[in-house]
C-alpha cells in the first residue's frame, strides 16, 4: 500500500525529521531516557528562540522603540519560564534512572550545551545597547531608579532587564537543586567537584549595574535613615529596637 502523502502540517512542522531526532523505544537505556532527551532537546530550541529574542531586543534599543523592547522581554520571560518547568519534569526521576542514562551519555555535560553558552554571552552584549538609550536621554541609572515615574518606559526596561537575569539566577538555582537530588552533594562529576562549580554560577550577575543600583539607593536611604529599618518599626510599635 502506498504511503499517505504528507499533510501540509507535517511538510511545515517537519516531524518527519522532529521525531527521528529522539532514540528509538528499543534503544532507550531506561523508561526515563526519553523524556530527558526531549527535555534538553526543548531546552536548546528555547535557548535559540531567546537568542532571538534578545537581538530584537537589541535593534529595538537602538531604534528607541521601548514600548517594543518591554514586550519582547516580557515573551523571553515567558521562555525562560518553560525552561524552568523543564527542569520540574526531571524531579521525576530516580537516581537509577541517571545512572542509566549516564552510560550512554558518554562524556557529554550540561557546560557544552550551546544555547546556554549564547545565554551567557547575552548580558554582555545587550548592556551596551541599553546603555546607550540612557546616555540619549543623558539619564543615570540611579534617577531612572529615583524618578521612575519621569521616565517609565526606561524604567520598565531596565526592570525587565533585572528579571531576565533573575530567571537565568532562578534556572541556576533549580538546576543545581536538580543535580543535588539526582547524584547527590558531593558525588564528584566528569568536571570535578560540581557543587563548587555549579555555585559559582550562581554567583554571576549578567546586568550588575542593575544589581549595584539598588544597593546606592539603599545605601543613601540608609545615611539619611540612621537605625534605618529598625528605628522606623520601633516608632510603629512603641518598643525599643535591638
Ligand atoms: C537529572 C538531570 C541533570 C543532571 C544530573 C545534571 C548534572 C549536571 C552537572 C553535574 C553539571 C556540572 C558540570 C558537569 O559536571 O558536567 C551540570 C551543568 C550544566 N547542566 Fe545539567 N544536569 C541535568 C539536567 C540539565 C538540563 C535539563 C539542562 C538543560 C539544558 C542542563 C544544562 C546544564 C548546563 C547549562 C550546565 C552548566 C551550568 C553552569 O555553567 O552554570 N542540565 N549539569
Not at 528555547?46 to 519582547?72: G, V
Not at 554567583?203 to 540612621?226: G, K
Not at 510599635?237 to 535591638?242: I, L
Request: aromatic content about 8%.
Amino acid at each position: 500500500m502506498a504511503a499517505s502523502p504528507l499533510t501540509d502540517y507535517e511538510i511545515y512542522i517537519r516531524t518527519a525529521e522532529l521525531l527521528a531526532l529522539q532514540k528509538r523505544p528499543e534503544a532507550l537505556a531506561c523508561h526515563d531516557e526519553l523524556q530527558f532527551q526531549i527535555v534538553h532537546q526543548t531546552a536548546e530550541l528555547w535557548m535559540k528562540l531567546i537568542d532571538h529574542e534578545m537581538r530584537y531586543l537589541c535593534r529595538a534599543l537602538d531604534e528607541d522603540r521601548l514600548t517594543q523592547a518591554c514586550r519582547t522581554l516580557g515573551r523571553v520571560h515567558r521562555v525562560q519560564q518553560l525552561l524552568l518547568d523543564g527542569l520540574e519534569l526531571l524531579y521525576t526521576m530516580s537516581p537509577l534512572d541517571y545512572m542509566r542514562i549516564r552510560e550512554v551519555l558518554g562524556r557529554g555535560s550540561g557546560q557544552e550545551s550551546p544555547g546556554f553558552r549564547r545565554l551567557l554571552a547575552l548580558g554582555g552584549e545587550v548592556w551596551p545597547h541599553f546603555e546607550a538609550v540612557l546616555a540619549r536621554r543623558g539619564l543615570t541609572l540611579e534617577a531612572v531608579y529615583r524618578r521612575a515615574s519621569e521616565h517609565p518606559e526606561v524604567h520598565a526596561v531596565a526592570e525587565g532587564l533585572l528579571d531576565f537575569d533573575l530567571r537565568l539566577q532562578e534556572w541556576r538555582n533549580r538546576h543545581l537543586l536538580l543535580v543535588y537530588r539526582t547524584i547527590g552533594v558531593g558525588t564528584p562529576s566528569l568536571k570535578g567537584k560540581h557543587s563548587e562549580l555549579l555555585e559559582r554560577g550562581l554567583r554571576t550577575q549578567f546586568f550588575p549595574r542593575l544589581w549595584a543600583v539598588r544597593d546606592e539607593l539603599f545605601d543613601q536611604w540608609s545615611r539619611t535613615h540612621p537605625g534605618g529599618a529598625t528605628r522606623y518599626l520601633s516608632e510603629r510599635t512603641g518598643e525599643e529596637g535591638p
